[in-house]
Every structure is written in structure tokens, then in C-alpha cells.
């Protein structure tokens, strides 16, 4: 069985905007064909500088519109259509020393930049540019299994990192889809199935090495510029570009999965299941979490629940997903796997779609997320009209156990979420045509927001937003607490005085001033 779902899958990077340097003496035009489209756009003078030094000094690292390489770069890495762009220029470091030449440069220039790891985060520009520079880390792909840790590069999928510790009957914290990347998602958070017990992705980084706005190279952990450690922690791309990740790693050579799914009538129990996992407070929690989605065909008027779960261990069927077995389904399937072939069988829908995503957050409340699903089945029927409109419901529930992995580890991350159980409800939807970009955008805003307010009338908003699933719209560090907020506009400002990752790649979910 192969799974494909246009749903929540995290990754973030940069974006840039279009500016002059006087560094540089004239614009030039880049007249670009990707695929079968072609496009004509003026290049900032910086960018053209930065593009001409690069190329002098990386010549090899570097890849230019008009050959297969460039498209490999700038389309097939990204699975959301609407993150095709045409950078001016792409530049492919083989290691971390090369990045920190690639940054130094790009600053030197005052050059707009975008930078690429897995290429997931969907909304245009979050990881790819126009007449900028892209940054691609696609070959800093290197893994070391350690005895309770692992080594990987921002150029590695979770699958990757997987099928590495496969043969050692370990797992780490990370994405849930195969082509979802390391960078994005671990500097956001980072959902997976077992955030109950093990916390989320960031929650596991023990070291980073990253690359400061000036190129300077530095390792940072809990006692060497702590600081940063703790902004990386949820920071997103705030701070520079993260060349290592060391992540702990635990011993699961077994993980129980099902699979099941649900008619429309059964929906309310689905819910109802799906906030009670949310409330699960266990001393000592069995690692286990699940994807839970709502599918609507609007020309057969179904709609359908389906649930992915995954627990440690070889229970079968697998026990902590009881509440949803008790409730009627149409098919179940359980198997006792590893994380590796089940991950395999998730995958998003590469260059199938142009996808939006819009998430609020909520306290459990099966009433209340029964009736945002039939508000959303109800608009859903409104854009019916929409050409390849495949639209789905998505819920992921974040646990008091979750949360307090980071309040007992002497660290803790930007959330600063209080353990108390919470429920992100996501519309993730995908289309076929540009022309109806702005009208899907207005659509997934103004419906969630709508409910949102009904949420906050009815005493059961939250204010937090995960980067992952939010729409460009969306400000995150809104519901971040504001001493958190300003502690890490403190960070940024000691690490980047300059504003190189402010300034010249603005893209992603970036701090204000």
C-alpha cells in the first residue's frame, strides 16, 4: 500500500526580496525556461554580483537557468508546485566551509538569497527565489549513527535519516512523511508519532552547527552559546543556516501501526477519539501518535476519516489508539513494522498540486471540532468549482507529556507552551490552477479565522500556531510568549548585527523588528 496526502508536512527555509547594491553597476535580465514556462526578470544589481563572484570562486558549486541541473534544483526538489521560482542563480555547497563562503559573499554583495533543504514548506518563496540566489544544501547529505546519537546533513529527508538507523533498531524525532526534510522541520519544532514521550524534534538536537550571518562557523549546544541553542529551538531560519544537526536517538526496533478508516456517519466518535488522545497525561507514556485526516469529495458529496497511527513495540493491534478501534470503521489494517517501510508508504504528492495551508489551535472539544469540520465540508462546497480542488481536514493534538519533556530538560524552546492538552485543526488544500492562487489563499483565511473567533467567543482559542502547518499569513510568534519573543530578537541582533538572515533572506516565518 502506498499512501499519498497533500497534508501537513513542515519544512522552512528562506525567501527573499528584491533590492539594489551599489556594489554592482548595472541590473541585468535573466531569461529563464523551466519546463515548459519562461520567464523574463530583472535581476537586482547585488544579486548579480553575488551570482558573478559566486561563480569565480565556486564554479563547480554552481548551477545557472538553461540546464537539467537548474530544474532538478529549482522545481523536481519541491513537491508544492507554487514553490517553483526561477532564481538567478543556484549554488550547491558540497560542505560546511563552502556555505560559509556562499553566505559570505552573498552578504558581501548585499544579494537577496533563499535557502533549500528539503524543499517541503509549500507557500511561494518560503525555500526558493526569484532573481535572487538560492542557496540548495542537497549535498550536505551525510549521516554518522552514533552510539545514542546521529550526525545528519540539511540535505537529507527523514527517510534517509530512517533507513540509516534502520539496521540499528533505533529511531529519532522527525518527520512523518517520506520526502519531508531534516532542516525545516527540526527548526520549527517537529512533529512525529512520538512526541508523547521523546518531545518534538528540536526537543532531541543536542548539537547544531551553524553558519552566522558574517559565514562565521560555529557548534552550539547546552553549554556553548546556549543562548542560540534555545532560540534554535522552535527560532525557524532567524539565526543562519544549520549545516549539523546531532540528534538523540532511541531504541525502537519494533513500532506497532494501523491503519483505519471511517464513514461520514462515524465522524463525531473519530473527533470525539482524537481530542481524548489529546488529554493523555501518563507518567510514563507509551511513545505512540497518529496522523488523523478528513477527506471531502465534493462531486460524491463523502467524506471520509482516516486515521495513522504508530506505537513502540509489537502490540497488535496497537493499544493506545483503543478509542479509535472501538469505533465503527470501514477498514482496519494493523501490522507490526519499523519505522523505515512505514514511512516509505507515506508520501506527499510531488508537483501535483499547488497546496494552502491555515491552522488555528484549540483546547479538546469533540462538539466544537465536529462543528469546524461541518463549517469546513459546508466552504468546501462553495469552491466546488475550482479546477483539481482536493481539499482535506487535518488534526494533530499536542499532549501535556509532549510539552514537558522541554519544561524538565534544562533547556525548554520558544513555545513555551503550558502542559495542558491542545488540538491544531488544519485545512491543507490543493488545486490544479495559478489563476486560482488568490481565491484559494482568501478562502483558507477567512474561514479559519472565522472559526477562530467562535473558538475565542467560546473560551477554547489558543493562540499558538505551528509553522508547519500555517498559511503565509500567519504569524507565529504571536502566540509565543513575549519575553520569549523578545529573548530572541536578543539573540538575533548578538548573531547577526548585521541582519543578513533579516534583511536579505526575509522569507519563511521571519521576526519582526
Request: with cysteine; aromatic share 10%.
Amino acid at each position: 500500500m502506498h499512501l499519498v496526502f497533500p497534508i501537513a508536512g513542515l519544512s522552512l527555509s528562506g525567501l527573499a526580496y528584491a533590492g539594489s547594491s551599489s556594489s554592482a553597476s548595472a541590473s541585468t535580465t535573466l531569461a529563464s525556461s523551466i519546463g515548459t514556462s519562461s520567464s523574463t526578470l530583472e535581476i537586482p544589481n547585488g544579486v548579480s554580483c553575488a551570482c558573478a563572484k559566486l561563480g569565480h570562486s565556486m564554479p563547480k558549486r554552481m548551477i545557472f537557468p538553461g540546464s537539467t541541473d537548474y530544474v532538478i534544483e529549482t522545481i523536481d526538489k519541491f513537491w508544492d508546485v507554487r514553490a517553483d521560482l526561477s532564481p538567478a542563480c543556484v549554488v550547491v555547497p558540497n560542505t560546511a566551509s563552502e556555505v560559509s563562503q556562499a553566505v559570505k559573499i552573498i552578504g558581501s554583495c548585499n544579494a537577496q538569497f533563499a535557502v533549500r533543504g528539503g524543499g517541503h514548506m509549500n507557500y511561494p518563496g518560503a525555500n526558493n527565489i526569484d532573481a535572487g540566489v538560492l542557496i540548495a544544501l542537497s549535498n550536505l547529505n551525510s549521516v554518522k549513527v552514533k552510539r545514542d546519537t546521529v550526525d545528519v546533513g540539511p540535505g537529507l529527508t527523514w527517510y534517509d535519516v530512517y533507513s540509516a538507523l534502520e539496521p540499528y533498531g533505533r529511531v529519532c524525532i522527525g518527520g512523518r512523511m517520506k520526502t519531508i526534510g531534516v532542516p525545516g522541520l527540526t527548526l520549527i519544532g517537529g512533529f512525529h508519532y512520538f512526541n508523547n514521550k521523546y518531545g518534538y524534534a528540536m526537543d532531541n538536537v543536542v548539537n547544531y552547527d551553524i553558519i552566522l550571518g558574517n559565514g562565521t562557523q560555529i557548534t552550539t549546544n547546552k553549554t556553548s552559546h546556549s543562548d542560540l541553542f534555545w532560540a534554535l529551538k522552535g527560532g525557524a531560519n532567524n539565526f543562519g543556516i544549520v549545516t549539523r544537526f546531532e540528534l538523540k536517538t532511541f531504541n525502537v526496533p519494533k513500532v506497532s501501526t494501523t491503519i483505519q478508516i471511517f464513514n461520514e456517519t462515524h465522524i463525531p466518535e473519530y473527533l470525539a477519539a482524537v481530542c481524548e488522545a489529546a488529554k493523555l497525561n501518563e507518567e510514563d507514556p507509551t511513545a505512540a501518535g497518529m496522523i488523523a485526516t478528513i477527506s471531502y469529495n465534493t462531486t460524491t458529496k463523502i467524506a471520509q476519516g482516516t486515521l495513522l497511527g504508530v506505537q513502540e513495540g509489537i502490540s497488535n493491534p496497537p493499544t493506545e489508539f483503543a478509542n479509535f478501534t472501538k469505533v465503527p470503521a470501514i477498514q482496519r489494517i494493523h501490522n507490526v513494522t519499523t519505522i523505515k517501510p512505514w514511512a516509505n508508504q507515506l508520501d506527499s504528492p510531488k508537483q501535483m498540486f499547488r497546496v494552502q495551508f491555515s491552522h488555528k489551535t484549540m483546547k479538546p472539544d469533540a462538539d466544537a471540532l465536529y462543528s469546524i469540520f461541518q463549517a469546513w465540508k459546508d466552504a468546501v462546497d462553495q469552491v466546488a468549482d475550482v479546477e483539481g480542488l482536493y481539499p482535506t481536514f487535518v488534526t494533530n493534538v499536542i499532549s501535556p507529556t509532549s510539552v514537558r519533556v522541554a519544561k524538565t530538560n534544562g533547556v525548554g524552546n520558544v513555545w513555551g507552551l503550558e502542559e495542558e492538552p491542545l488540538i491544531i485543526w488544519q485545512f491543507s488544500t490543493g488545486w490544479a490552477l495559478a489563476q486560482d492562487d488568490l481565491r484559494m489563499e482568501a478562502w483558507s483565511r477567512q474561514l479559519s479565522e472565522h472559526l477562530h473567533v467562535i473558538n475565542q467567543e467560546k473560551g477554547i482559542a489558543s493562540e499558538f500556531v505551528y509553522m508547519g502547518d500555517a498559511g503565509e499569513w500567519q504569524d507565529p510568534y504571536a502566540g509565543f510568549p513575549k519575553e520569549n519573543v523578545a529573548r530572541m530578537r536578543t539573540v538575533r541582533s548578538a548573531y547577526d548585527p548585521k541582519g543578513v538572515f533579516s534583511r536579505l533572506n526575509w522569507g519563511g516565518f521571519k521576526l519582526g523588528l
